[in-house]
Structures are given as C-alpha cells and as structure tokens.
C-alpha cells in the first residue's frame, strides 16, 4: 500500500519559515519524481517545485529563490523549506510521486496559512 504524508504545515507570519515533509512507504522512492503542489480556495493546483531521482530541481516563478525542495532517499522523504513566506502563499500543499512505468500518487495534503 502507498502512502505519502505530509507533515510540518500550520501558521506562521508572514516573513516566517516551515519546513514541510513528505514521508513516503508502498514505493521505491529512489526512482520517483517527486514535486511539493499547492491550491488555494477558487484557484487550481499549481506546481510549487519538483526534484528528480538524481536531484534537478525546478520551481513555480512565484517561489523566488525563498523556497528550496530536497529529498533524502534513505529516508524515503521530500522536504521543502520556505522561507520569506507570505500572506498569498496560504494554501493547501500536496506532496507527489510520479514515475512513467510505477504510476502517480497524491498525499492527503496539508493546510499551510500565513498570516499576522
């Protein structure tokens, strides 16, 4: 069975940092693309940053160099470090593995608010 947690979201300020985590089980996370999502109320999903099994990262324009995305394949984890966050980065994130051969998988996603 696959899963994929999220953990490490909540409130914060804006101008503050979270460190988001996705633990992962049912798959072999070391040939899996993964990629942090985001969607706020109104809006549709949109990519927020992707790292590949040998470590290429890629970010939505939005992110600015305040976010980094990362991933520790001994541990079967994603993470994604935010810092500078903002009011309009509130949204609910999802963590994915994506691999062409093995299929897609979605976590259950987690509420991320930014706010004073």
């Known amino acids: 069975?696959?899963?994929?947690?999220?953990?490490?979201?909540?409130?914060?300020?804006?101008?503050?940092?979270?460190?988001?985590?996705?633990a992962t089980s049912g798959i072999i996370f070391s040939i899996f693309n993964m990629a942090w999502y985001r969607q706020s109320p109104g809006s549709q999903r949109?990519?927020?940053?992707?790292?590949?099994?040998?470590?290429?990262?890629?970010?939505?324009?939005?992110v600015r160099g305040r976010f980094a995305i990362s991933r520790d394949n001994?541990?079967?984890?994603?993470?994604?470090?935010?810092?500078?966050?903002e009011p309009e980065d509130t949204a609910v994130y999802f963590c994915k593995a994506a691999n062409t051969f093995k299929g897609d998988y979605w976590g259950q996603g987690m509420q991320v608010t930014v706010s004073s």
């Open 1 to 22: 069975q696959v899963q994929l947690v999220e953990s490490g979201g909540g409130v914060v300020q804006p101008g503050g940092s979270l460190r988001l985590s996705c």
């Open 46 to 62: 949109e990519l927020v940053a992707s790292i590949s099994p040998s470590g290429p990262t890629r970010y939505g324009d939005f």
């Open 74 to 85: 001994a541990k079967n984890t994603m993470y994604l470090q935010m810092n500078g966050l």
